[in-house]
T-cell receptor, first 115, second 112 residues
Framework: KAGVTQTPRYLIKTRGQQVTLSCSPI?????VSWYQQTPGQGLQFLFE???????NKGNFPGRFSGRQFSNSRSEMNVSTLELGDSALYLC??????????????FGQGTRLTVV | GEDVEQSLFLSVREGDSSVINCTYT??????LYWYKQEPGAGLQLLTY?????DMKQDQRLTVLLNKKDKHLSLRIADTQTGDSAIYFC????????????FGSGTRLLVRP
């Protein structure tokens, strides 16, 4: 059974540009959550998508957005990149509903560097 | 409010037991988790405990939960050099969404 796949693994972008990151969840999982990991702020929740709908959102500016497709794959987009957006972006996959919705599995992450 | 705290660093000798501690503030949390992160990698789910349990054992891992003090611990028996990593505890909020609140992580160093 394939795990959570995030692409690309590494990205270098220039300030002011925009970027799109992709996450394919485990087969059968309908929830995808996104997290930002930085040395200063640690792991912070960005948002969660379930059945193509955003179900929860963290405290990030509107430059951070996401979406989920009918096959549960998710993308997140960051517009007008700032140096402080440099981070490891992790996505997590979970069932999304039911009594078995107890575990979230993470991908390897996308390392974004803004220069 | 939501807040999870961990000590930053732990060093143990190979073969000894390691105990990593965590405190949380949200008494309505449903599940509490331990994740492991190795350099350059994502998060690996190690184990989790439901909030109405006191203890869970899984091979070399033992999780203890003290709900009164909102204290969670992870004990690793017979610690190996391959256990050197950063360990994160996390709590899941009670609502239907899957949102985890993470601690800052404890770096475990296992000395040969």
């Amino acid at each position: 059974k394939a795990g959570v796949t995030q692409t690309p693994r590494y990205l270098i972008k220039t300030r002011g540009q925009q970027v799109t990151l992709s996450c394919s969840p485990i087969s059968g999982h309908r929830s995808v959550s996104w997290y930002q990991q930085t040395p200063g702020q640690g792991l912070q929740f960005l948002f969660e998508y379930f059945s193509e709908t955003q179900r929860n959102k963290g405290n990030f500016p509107g430059r951070f957005s996401g979406r989920q497709f009918s096959n549960s794959r998710s993308e997140m987009n960051v517009s007008t990149l700032e140096l402080g957006d440099s981070a490891l972006y992790l996505c997590a996959s979970s069932l999304g509903v039911g009594s078995m919705n107890t575990e979230a599995f993470f991908g390897q992450g996308t390392r974004l560097t803004v220069v | 409010g939501e807040d999870v705290e961990q000590s930053l660093f732990l060093s143990v000798r190979e073969g000894d037991s390691s105990v990593i501690n965590c405190t949380y503030t949200d008494s309505s949390s449903t599940y509490l988790y331990w994740y492991k992160q190795e350099p350059g990698a994502g998060l690996q789910l190690l184990t989790y405990i439901f909030s109405n349990m006191d203890m869970k054992q899984d091979q070399r891992l033992t999780v203890l939960l003290n709900k009164k003090d909102k204290h969670l611990s992870l004990r690793i028996a017979d610690t190996q050099t391959g256990d050197s990593a950063i360990y994160f505890c996390a709590e899941k909020t009670r609502d239907s969404s899957y949102k985890l609140i993470f601690g800052s992580g404890t770096r475990l160093l296992v000395r040969p």
